[in-house]
């Protein structure tokens, strides 16, 4: 099992910046990769940004030039840094790890619970 707690979100204006953060416990060994989602009022949820245990990263389209994902390991911890921000940016932001047992080879999804980030003026 695999606990994620994510922190970070809030209400910023148009073109501010927030940091989140998801601190991952259990059976961290597991995780291959780490991602970031998020899901807008009335939309599907969307893959934001993906990072790997060796740190190659992925982003969406949407979101190349303004968000960066970042890893510390030592803290078992998985950042988004989200810059000049939109107001279609405006979401509740999921933290996801991706496991597998090596056993099995079973893989498995985490989330976290969410975090919303508003951005108005």
């Known amino acids: 099992q695999v606990q994620l707690v994510e922190s970070g979100g809030g209400l910023v204006q148009p073109g501010g910046s927030l940091r989140l953060s998801c601190a991952a416990s259990?059976?961290?060994?597991?995780?291959?990769?780490m991602a970031w989602y998020r899901q807008a009022p009335g939309k599907q949820r969307e893959l934001v940004a993906t990072?790997?245990?060796?740190?190659?990263?992925n982003y969406a389209d949407s979101v190349k030039g303004r968000f960066t994902i970042s890893r510390d390991n030592a803290k078992n911890t998985v950042y988004l840094q989200i810059n000049t921000l939109r107001p279609e940016d405006t979401a509740d932001y999921y933290c996801?790890?991706?496991?597998?047992?090596?056993?099995?080879?079973?893989?498995?999804?985490?989330w976290g619970q969410g975090t919303q980030v508003t951005v108005s003026s």
């Open positions: 996801n790890a991706k496991s597998m047992n090596l056993r099995s080879g079973v893989r498995r999804d985490y």
């Open positions: 990072i790997t245990t060796v740190g190659g990263t």
């Open positions: 259990g059976s961290i060994d597991s995780i291959y990769a």
